[in-house]
């Protein structure tokens, strides 16, 4: 069955650290993958996504992801974190027909 | 470009009267619209996917005479929660596709129900 795994429920570090929120999925094919923010009662906002190419994609606000088909992962990084960013983080992939799978999320709060 | 919008942005409704929510592409064609729910501190739930002009397609355990999807244009979508419970209460958001087939949905910002 497909499936998205986020590990990490809560993550916290301090501003101008960097952070990476992991996400592991499960699925025959080529996965399509994409991570998403949502702040506090707001929809979601897209950060990037995977469909093909290279494996390490720049995203908006600083971010990027890996894909690593080997370890059925694609990680999210950003090498300074700022106090903006604190959110809920969802991972998703998308499913053979155009659904989306998401994660349970993982809440990342900064210190300042 | 790809704004989705959502109407209301907050309702509170007393127990059995039914509530309905719109989803709208403002800048763009949706053929396929997806509903999902949002309980506290969870992930997002789909319930159903539409496409314009056909009977929506509902997720297995999703009551479809309970949530009523319609997708009449390409613009416009809406749910009606019928003789909602306080068990309804939660976050609705909506998503939008551009094409038929496209791996990419554009989320709305979401409605919050509560039933009283």
């Known amino acids: 069955a497909q499936s998205v795994t986020q590990p990490d429920i809560h993550i916290t570090v301090s501003e101008g650290a960097s952070l990476e929120l992991r996400c592991n999925y499960s699925?025959?094919?080529?996965?399509?993958l994409f991570w998403y923010v949502q702040s506090p009662g707001q929809g979601l906002q897209l950060l990037l996504k995977?469909?093909?190419?290279?494996?390490l994609v720049q995203g908006i606000k600083g971010f990027e992801a890996e894909f690593k088909r080997s370890q059925s992962s694609f990680n999210l990084r950003k090498p300074s974190v700022h106090w903006s960013d604190a959110a809920e983080y969802f991972c998703?992939?998308?499913?053979?027909?155009?659904?989306?799978?998401f994660g349970t999320g993982t809440r990342l709060k900064v210190l300042a | 470009g790809a704004v989705v919008s959502q109407h209301p942005s907050w309702v509170i409704c007393k127990s059995g009267t039914s509530v309905k929510i719109e989803c709208r592409s403002l800048d763009f064609q949706a053929t396929t619209m997806f509903w999902y729910r949002q309980f506290p501190k969870q992930s997002l739930m789909l319930m159903a996917t539409s496409n314009e002009g056909s009977k929506a397609t509902y997720e297995q355990g999703v009551e479809k005479d309970k949530f009523l999807i319609n997708h009449a244009s390409l613009t416009l979508s809406t749910l009606t929660v019928t003789s909602a419970h306080p068990e309804d209460s939660s976050f609705y958001i909506c998503?939008?596709?551009?094409?038929?087939?496209?791996?990419?949905?554009?989320f709305g910002p979401g409605t919050r129900l509560t039933v009283t």
């Open positions: 995977y469909f093909s190419g290279d494996t």
């Open positions: 699925y025959g094919a080529t996965p399509y």
């Open positions: 998503s939008a596709s551009v094409e038929y087939g496209s791996y990419e949905q554009y």
């Open positions: 998703a992939v998308g499913s053979g027909t155009y659904k989306y799978i």
